[in-house]
């Protein structure tokens, strides 16, 4: 898919209402723990500023319950982290003017914008209408800016309001996408329809649900399938194999035959963990037992084991694309981090080696950044989800009002 992008607009003196993904972690006191989300926004929002453009941002934070201002779910400590990144453009700050997005004090401050200077206005959700894809809403998000951009791959599978609505509303004035935006769709669209073989997939996370669609997507497409996670549980179940307590989808075991009878006839090789690191519970205090293909009564597998992790990376190094959504274990947990931290290692070498890897956002992000590899990857995401969508084959909503090159 060909988007037009920001970089093709003139922007000097034009309002850019951008729509961007700042839905980042906060600690109790609410100071943002990970700007990774933040700091893959800001291409886009220098090239706005530095063409002498008016930006406008508009974000979601968590899930407010939509029936008006909440101090938890303020995007203030954002804007304090956003001036920062900033500051050599923008020695003034960013200007957040107050607890909601299209009340008067927001209308002003966007209605006042000068050339070079940034508004981020309060969280979008405070408006049950944002959700709810709302389309007076929407009309009115629309009215803070001249043209629009989607910088959210994060959130352009949903067709919330200022997803879909806001770009509708706007036309015929210019909506495009921004860099980041431009960056996901290539790169996830370059693995899917034009990868370098062997081409190597891995599953992971926990329920064989959120993955159906992308597996059957995958089959017949990739050479090489590795599932691991909780949902590996599942289909080792479903083969009559022991999983001990494990977590398994038990409404979800036909499913699981379903995608095995599916790779029995195609060209795609499944790979399932043989051994697995277990314990007794989720925890660092946990007993741990190595076990090799069936886990007893009483233990629940928690990560792929060492022959698993050694198969898993043999295929990933020898691999000239690597399409990756889901961590292997509880990597947040030691000791069932290490399958998921050796294959992240694993896809680093198989970029310097000259091939493509592309890491789905949320909690696969998550892990190749805990494992120090992150900058190491071909591309990771900013969105689980939208990727996910996309190694479904499914397009998304988000980028369908947007104009094309």
């Known amino acids: 898919m060909a988007l037009k992008t920001i970089e093709d607009v003139d922007v000097r003196g034009r309002r850019v209402l951008m729509r961007v993904d700042f839905n980042v972690p906060l600690d109790p006191d609410g100071v943002v ?3 990774f989300r933040i700091r893959a926004a800001l291409p886009s929002i220098r090239s706005v500023l530095s ?3 008016r930006l406008v941002l508009i974000s979601h934070l968590g899930r407010p319950k939509g029936t008006g201002y909440e101090q938890a779910f303020s995007l203030a400590p954002v804007a304090a982290v956003l001036s920062e990144l900033l500051a050599d453009l923008l020695p003034e700050g960013v200007v957040f003017p107050g607890n909601d997005c299209i009340d008067e004090a927001a209308s002003a401050a966007t209605g006042s914008l000068e050339d070079g200077r940034v508004v981020l206005l309060e969280n979008l959700r405070f408006h049950a209408g944002e959700t709810a894809g709302d389309t007076v809403f929407a009309e009115q998000l629309a009215g803070h800016g001249d043209l629009y951009c989607n910088n959210a791959f994060g959130t352009s599978h949903r ?3 200022s997803m879909y609505g806001v770009p509708l509303a706007m036309k015929p004035n210019p909506c495009v996408a921004g860099s980041l935006v431009a960056e996901e769709v290539a790169f996830m669209g370059d693995a899917l329809e034009h990868p370098t073989r062997p081409f190597v997939a891995i599953t992971g996370g926990a329920k064989v649900s959120d993955k159906l669609t992308a597996l059957r997507n995958l089959i017949g497409k990739v050479d090489t399938l590795l599932v691991g996670g909780a949902m590996a ?10 999983v001990g307590s494990s977590l398994v989808e038990d409404d ?3 499913d699981a035959r379903e995608i095995i009878r599916l790779v029995d006839g195609s060209a795609t090789d499944l790979v399932l963990p043989v051994d697995h690191v277990c314990g007794r519970e989720l925890s660092d205090q946990s007993p741990v037992l190595v076990a090799d293909q069936e886990i007893p009564d009483g233990w629940m597998g928690l990560d792929i084991g060492p022959a698993s992790t050694a198969r898993f990376t043999s295929v990933v190094r020898e691999a000239g694309t690597v399409v990756w959504n889901g961590p292997l274990g509880a990597f947040e947990t030691r000791p069932f981090d290490v399958g998921t ?5 694993a896809l680093a070498a198989s970029t310097e080696a000259g091939g493509l890897t592309v890491v789905g956002g949320g909690d696969t992000a998550s892990a190749v950044e805990l494992a120090g590899v992150s900058g190491r990857m071909s591309h990771v995401s900013t969105g689980g989800g939208a990727s996910l969508k996309l190694l479904e084959g499914a397009s998304l909503v988000g980028l369908e009002a947007l104009d094309r090159a």
């Open 33 to 35: 723990i990970d700007d």
């Open 51 to 53: 063409r002498g453009g």
């Open 159 to 161: 067709p919330h309001a």
């Open 233 to 242: 549980y599942t289909f080792m179940k479903a083969l009559g194999q022991g």
């Open 252 to 254: 979800r075991l036909d």
């Open 341 to 345: 931290r050796q294959v992240a290692v």
